[in-house]
């Protein structure tokens, strides 16, 4: 009963969220935080190819070249953002383009406001000329003010200024709005900063959901949109539905690489004060690391600021584990010196027989060796008798062939000389088709080898790609390349009593046989091996 308690309790103390929908979500969450350098190694790639172009990027060109690079590096790294945006800037004054010149300056305040310079960023935006700006890039203009006048209030928290901030921030916002297409996410987007801001939490969590169901929205928009909204659920008391706002927007975080992102570390704190320490703990650690990572002096004040308090629960939590896994260490070394006492016994009991079935296999297997090896003998000498006999015969009637021509050989010349005519010796000796005797003699060979050998020619094939097999011509039994090899599985590996048989140099078959190797698909020092291998009928 204690040992049961005692699993009970330390299964109560490390489980969490019991919803299985937020444990689903969060093991999704889990599985991308195992690939985030994977996501950020992408980044690096697509920057690193930036850089590229734009080293050999025209006049004309380069300005766009570091929009890019500043969109690419404006939520992943300050420093680097900053660089380009300064290079951006220069590149439009350089183009004497009012247009470029006051876009580069709403960059340059978005930037900063992401890293927490405040009014640097305002110093940049107040000083840009709307009139040069597209309809477009006003409503980001105008929303960036907004933010930057809001997160202010964020910020400073005091109370004479916090009234005046948000009604600027309200203004901005106003005026996106009468610039954005009312159907647009955007549009949604900006409406819910404001209702946010004037705590009206229902139009602004209608706004950002209908801005989440739109199709194809972008990683940043979906983070964005989640993360507030995570907020707003944590505001009026949905815990789960705020976790798992923050659950989707730290994986749409981390699928962009974004590291000016806050949707990680406010997830840590709910699952901190859910009970979920550990997987806290390494939240914040990632938090923590992302803040060091873009350099956002605010974000890493807002991680610091719950760092230690996770940190300190996890320790103590796995001090508590630790003691309790004690506890289960000496009950279970009481439980194996029980089980081992009956091991002993039993191993003594059961040892003779394992040594005497042990024996009995180590026999049984030499047996069996034995026996195979046997069988592969036999194998071989029914094989080499086979041929033996098939050969003997061919050989007893070739000759027979030759004994039957030479007498008819002999005798016309005996007849040319008891005649004395001596012109026509020549005529017989000069009649005799050394060509066609040695063709008559190869067929022979052939029709008695497939004989024994009848499937040696699509075998041989397979050693080779569909392109590089041999197609013999009609009536063709075996050619110069098969036949080689055939005199090779027949046992005949030397190349000079190859070469005397078929009437070729010894360079010219070990030409063949090179060539041949060089097509199989069979590695070259195993090629013959596997000639020797093909069975006979």
Do not use: W
Not at 165 to 176: F, K, M
Not at 242 to 265: G, H, P, Q, V, W
């Amino acid at each position: 009963m204690r040992l049961g308690f005692l699993l009970g309790f330390l299964l109560a103390t490390t489980c969490v969220l019991a919803d299985s929908g937020t444990d689903k979500r969060l093991q999704e969450l889990d599985d991308i935080l195992q690939h985030r350098e994977d996501y950020v190694r992408q980044k690096n790639e697509r920057i690193n190819h930036l850089k590229a172009e734009l080293k050999n990027a025209t006049a004309a060109n380069r300005y766009f070249l570091y929009v890019r690079l500043c969109e690419e590096y404006k939520t992943f790294t300050y420093d680097s953002a900053f660089v380009y945006v300064r290079k951006l800037q220069r590149e439009a004054y350089r183009l004497g383009d009012p247009s470029k010149i006051a876009s580069a300056k709403v960059k340059l305040g978005f930037i900063l406001l992401s890293s927490g310079m405040f009014n640097e960023a305002l110093d940049s935006l107040l000083t840009v000329k709307q009139k040069y700006l597209s309809d477009s890039m006003k409503i980001n203009y105008y929303g960036v003010i907004a933010r930057t006048y809001y997160d202010l209030v964020d910020f400073n928290r005091d109370q004479y200024f916090t009234e005046r901030y948000t009604q600027l921030g309200n203004r901005y916002i106003d005026s996106a709005l009468m610039l954005c297409n009312k159907s647009s996410h955007d549009y949604y987007s900006l409406r819910a900063m404001k209702y946010l801001r004037m705590d009206n939490y229902p139009a602004a969590t209608a706004d950002l959901e209908h801005v989440l169901a739109t199709p194809g929205i972008s990683d940043g928009t979906l983070a964005i949109a989640a993360s507030t909204l995570g907020y707003i659920f944590q505001q009026v008391g949905r815990m789960d539905d705020a976790i798992n706002m923050l659950i989707e927007a730290s994986k749409a975080d981390n699928r962009s690489s974004t590291k000016e992102t806050l949707a990680i570390l406010n997830l840590a704190e709910l699952l901190y004060k859910k009970g979920d320490v550990l997987r806290a703990y390494d939240y914040v650690k990632l938090a923590m690391d992302d803040a060091n990572f873009y350099g956002a002096r605010h974000r890493k004040i807002q991680v610091a600021a719950i760092f230690p308090i996770i940190e300190g629960n996890k320790l103590n939590t796995v001090e508590r584990q630790r003691r309790l896994l004690f506890v289960y260490a000496i009950l279970i070394t009481v439980l194996s010196a029980i089980t081992v006492s009956f091991a002993v016994i039993i191993y003594k009991q059961f040892k003779k027989l394992k040594e005497a079935d042990e024996n009995i296999k180590r026999a049984n297997a030499g047996l069996q060796e034995a026996n195979n090896m046997l069988q592969q003998v036999n194998n071989h000498l029914m094989e080499a008798n086979k041929i033996k006999e098939e050969y003997i015969g061919y050989y007893f009637n070739i000759n027979s062939e030759y004994l039957v021509k030479i007498q008819a050989f002999k005798q016309a010349i005996d007849t040319k000389l008891m005649t004395k005519k001596y012109d026509d010796i020549r005529y017989v000796v000069n009649n005799i088709n050394l060509k066609k005797e040695r063709e008559d003699l190869y067929f022979s060979f052939d029709k008695v080898f497939l004989k024994l050998f009848p499937d040696f020619v699509t075998t041989f094939n397979s050693f080779f790609k569909e392109e590089d097999r041999i197609v013999l011509k009609d009536g063709q039994l075996l050619n110069t390349e098969l036949r080689i090899f055939a005199l090779i599985r027949m046992g005949i590996h030397d190349t000079e009593k190859i070469a005397k048989i078929l009437d070729y140099s010894i360079n010219t078959i070990y030409n063949y046989k090179a060539r041949i190797k060089s097509k199989s698909i069979v590695p070259n020092d195993e090629f013959e091996q596997k000639i020797m291998e093909i069975r006979a009928l």
